[in-house]
C-alpha cells in the first residue's frame, strides 16, 4: 500500500460575499498545489459550484464527510459543506451576517480538525469584521479567534513577504491604545515567542530587530521616552536570556535593512508600522503566520476586497503562497 505523503491542508472560505470563494477556486486550478499537499476546503459546495461555472473552470467538487476522504487528485476539490448557508443571501461585495456566521463556523471546524491532528495546518480567506462583529462574535479578526479557541495565552500576527518577516506588538487597536501597550514586559514576551516560533521553523539563532515607536528611536528622549523607559530595556533582558534581540532601530530604516537579510524578523509596534512596508515591498505575494497557536495556521493579507467580489478579477497569489508556507511549516521550515 502506498501512503501518500502529502499533508492534508485545511483551506476555509472566509466570508462568502467577498473574493474568498473565487481565490480558493484560482488556486486550486494549480497543479503545483497539489503536487505538495491534499487541500481540504471547509465551505458551501453551492457558493463554490457557482464560482467555479463563472470562470470557467474544469474543476470537479467531491463532498467530504471526513478528512480521513480526503485524496487531494488534481482537478477535484475535496470539500466539507456544514450546510449553514444560503447561497440567496449572499450579494457579493455586501456585509452578510449570515456570510459572517458560516465563515466563523468553518473556522471553528478547521480548528478542530487541526486539534484532532486530522489536518496538519490551517489556512484562511479573508472574513469581514465589520460583519462578524454584526454577527455577535466579539473577537476582531481570525487569530483572536483561533486563541480563544485553542486557548493560547501569547499569540501574534507575523506577516511575510519573501525576505520580510514582520511580527507585530498588537495589532487591531487605535494608534492611541497601540502606544499604551509598548511596554516592556508584552514587548519581552513578544521576543520570546518570535524566538521560540522561528527557531521552531528551522532558524537556529533568529536575528529579532526590534523597531521604535518614535521617530528617530527618540533621538535620546527628545522626541518620546518609550525606547529608554520600555523598549531598550525588554531588548537587554532578552539578550540576557540568550535571545538575539536588536535595537530599537529608527522604524524608517530597520525594514529594508531586513529586506538586505541583516535580521531574519522585525517586531513592529503596532499594526500599521508593519503592515505598511509588508504591503509596499510585495503586497500580492505577503501572507499572514500565526504564532502562539497550537498548530500552523497561515493567512492571506489581505482582506473580503468588497469591491472587486463576484467580478473575477480577484488575484489568488496570497492565497497560494500562504499554502505553500503552511506546507513548509509541517516540514519545520520557515524558508
Given at each position: 500500500m502506498i501512503v501518500d505523503k502529502r499533508p492534508i491542508i485545511a483551506v476555509t472560505m472566509g466570508d462568502a460575499a467577498g473574493v474568498g470563494p473565487e481565490i480558493i477556486?484560482?488556486?486550486?486550478?494549480?497543479?503545483?498545489?497539489?503536487?505538495?499537499?491534499?487541500?481540504l476546503v471547509l465551505a458551501d459546495a453551492a457558493i463554490i459550484s457557482d464560482v467555479i461555472k463563472s470562470l470557467n473552470s474544469t474543476l470537479k467538487?467531491?463532498?467530504?464527510?471526513?478528512?480521513?476522504?480526503?485524496?487531494?487528485?488534481f482537478g477535484?476539490?475535496?470539500?466539507?459543506?456544514?450546510?449553514?448557508l444560503d447561497k440567496?443571501?449572499?450579494?457579493?461585495?455586501?456585509i452578510c451576517i449570515a456570510c459572517a456566521r458560516a465563515a466563523m463556523e468553518y473556522i471553528a471546524e478547521a480548528a478542530e480538525l487541526a486539534q484532532q491532528g486530522k489536518v496538519k495546518a490551517v489556512v484562511t480567506a479573508p472574513i469581514n469584521k465589520e460583519a462578524i462583529i454584526q454577527a455577535g462574535y466579539g473577537d476582531v479578526g481570525h487569530l483572536e479567534f483561533f486563541a480563544r479557541i485553542a486557548h493560547a495565552a501569547e499569540y501574534a500576527t507575523m506577516l511575510v513577504s519573501g525576505p520580510l518577516r514582520v511580527v507585530h506588538l498588537t495589532t487591531h487597536y487605535s494608534l492611541k491604545e497601540a502606544c499604551e501597550r509598548v511596554r516592556k514586559e508584552k514587548i519581552l514576551s513578544k521576543l520570546r515567542l518570535t524566538h521560540d516560533s522561528l527557531q521552531r521553523w528551522g532558524i537556529n539563532y533568529p536575528r529579532i530587530a526590534v523597531a521604535a515607536l518614535n521617530p528617530h528611536a527618540g533621538e535620546g528622549g527628545l522626541l518620546g521616552s518609550e525606547e529608554i523607559e520600555q523598549i531598550q530595556p525588554a531588548v537587554k533582558e532578552a539578550q540576557e536570556s540568550g535571545i538575539n534581540a536588536l535595537g530599537p532601530f529608527p522604524a524608517d530604516s530597520v525594514f529594508t535593512r531586513a529586506i538586505g537579510g541583516e535580521f531574519d524578523v522585525v517586531l513592529a509596534m503596532y499594526h500599521d508600522q508593519g503592515h505598511i512596508p509588508i504591503k509596499v515591498y510585495g503586497f500580492e505575494r505577503s501572507i499572514s503566520v500565526a504564532l502562539g497557536l497550537p498548530f500552523i495556521r497561515t493567512s492571506v493579507d489581505h482582506g473580503t476586497a468588497f469591491d472587486i467580489a463576484g467580478k473575477g478579477i480577484a488575484s489568488s497569489q496570497s492565497l497560494e503562497e500562504a499554502i505553500k508556507v503552511a506546507v513548509r511549516l509541517t516540514e519545520g521550515k520557515l524558508v
Amino acid at each position: 500500500m502506498i501512503v501518500d505523503k502529502r499533508p492534508i491542508i485545511a483551506v476555509t472560505m472566509g466570508d462568502a460575499a467577498g473574493v474568498g470563494p473565487e481565490i480558493i477556486v484560482k488556486a486550486l486550478r494549480l497543479k503545483e498545489i497539489y503536487d505538495v499537499c491534499r487541500p481540504l476546503v471547509l465551505a458551501d459546495a453551492a457558493i463554490i459550484s457557482d464560482v467555479i461555472k463563472s470562470l470557467n473552470s474544469t474543476l470537479k467538487l467531491r463532498r467530504v464527510r471526513s478528512a480521513n476522504e480526503v485524496k487531494g487528485e488534481f482537478g477535484t476539490v475535496d470539500i466539507i459543506d456544514l450546510n449553514n448557508l444560503d447561497k440567496k443571501e449572499v450579494v457579493p461585495g455586501q456585509i452578510c451576517i449570515a456570510c459572517a456566521r458560516a465563515a466563523m463556523e468553518y473556522i471553528a471546524e478547521a480548528a478542530e480538525l487541526a486539534q484532532q491532528g486530522k489536518v496538519k495546518a490551517v489556512v484562511t480567506a479573508p472574513i469581514n469584521k465589520e460583519a462578524i462583529i454584526q454577527a455577535g462574535y466579539g473577537d476582531v479578526g481570525h487569530l483572536e479567534f483561533f486563541a480563544r479557541i485553542a486557548h493560547a495565552a501569547e499569540y501574534a500576527t507575523m506577516l511575510v513577504s519573501g525576505p520580510l518577516r514582520v511580527v507585530h506588538l498588537t495589532t487591531h487597536y487605535s494608534l492611541k491604545e497601540a502606544c499604551e501597550r509598548v511596554r516592556k514586559e508584552k514587548i519581552l514576551s513578544k521576543l520570546r515567542l518570535t524566538h521560540d516560533s522561528l527557531q521552531r521553523w528551522g532558524i537556529n539563532y533568529p536575528r529579532i530587530a526590534v523597531a521604535a515607536l518614535n521617530p528617530h528611536a527618540g533621538e535620546g528622549g527628545l522626541l518620546g521616552s518609550e525606547e529608554i523607559e520600555q523598549i531598550q530595556p525588554a531588548v537587554k533582558e532578552a539578550q540576557e536570556s540568550g535571545i538575539n534581540a536588536l535595537g530599537p532601530f529608527p522604524a524608517d530604516s530597520v525594514f529594508t535593512r531586513a529586506i538586505g537579510g541583516e535580521f531574519d524578523v522585525v517586531l513592529a509596534m503596532y499594526h500599521d508600522q508593519g503592515h505598511i512596508p509588508i504591503k509596499v515591498y510585495g503586497f500580492e505575494r505577503s501572507i499572514s503566520v500565526a504564532l502562539g497557536l497550537p498548530f500552523i495556521r497561515t493567512s492571506v493579507d489581505h482582506g473580503t476586497a468588497f469591491d472587486i467580489a463576484g467580478k473575477g478579477i480577484a488575484s489568488s497569489q496570497s492565497l497560494e503562497e500562504a499554502i505553500k508556507v503552511a506546507v513548509r511549516l509541517t516540514e519545520g521550515k520557515l524558508v
